[in-house]
């Protein structure tokens, strides 16, 4: 099992940036795929992006596509989320999350394909 603490939230202005964390503890970090997922008020939980075990692969969202980075750090256990020009429309609760399972195609996107998640960074984008 895997717990997980997500970090780095607040409030920003449009196209600025933020950088969250999503710290690890628990079972080996290599053994979990991560996700990075976002819920704004009324709205469904949706994929912002993940990466495999190993950190060779990522995958994303087309609407944070190309201002959205993730990156892992397996000797600290933590994954990162680097937001640039940040738009109000990201505006949403962020959450992490980590599977044991092989994840492919578009079951990346699906939230029940991830067994463990953290409480959540609110990130606020004001116009």
């Known amino acids: 099992q895997v717990q997980l603490v997500e970090s780095g939230g607040g409030l920003v202005q449009a196209g600025g940036s933020l950088r969250l964390s999503c710290a690890a503890s628990?079972?080996?970090?290599?053994?979990?795929?991560m996700g990075w997922f976002r819920q704004a008020p009324g709205k469904e939980r949706e994929f912002v992006g993940g990466?495999?075990?190993?950190?060779?692969?990522?995958y994303y969202a087309d609407s944070v596509k190309g201002r959205f980075t993730i990156s892992r750090d397996n000797a600290k256990s933590t994954l990162y989320l680097q937001m640039n020009s940040l738009k109000p429309e990201d505006t949403a609760v962020y959450y992490c999350?980590?599977?044991?399972?092989?994840?492919?195609?578009?079951?990346?996107?699906?939230?029940?394909?991830?067994?463990?998640w953290g409480q959540g960074t609110q990130v606020t984008v004001s116009s």
């Open positions: 990466m495999r075990r190993s950190g060779g692969s990522t």
């Open positions: 999350a980590a599977t044991l399972k092989v994840l492919l195609g578009s079951s990346w996107m699906d939230p029940s394909r991830y067994e463990y």
């Open positions: 628990g079972r080996t970090f290599t053994t979990y795929a």
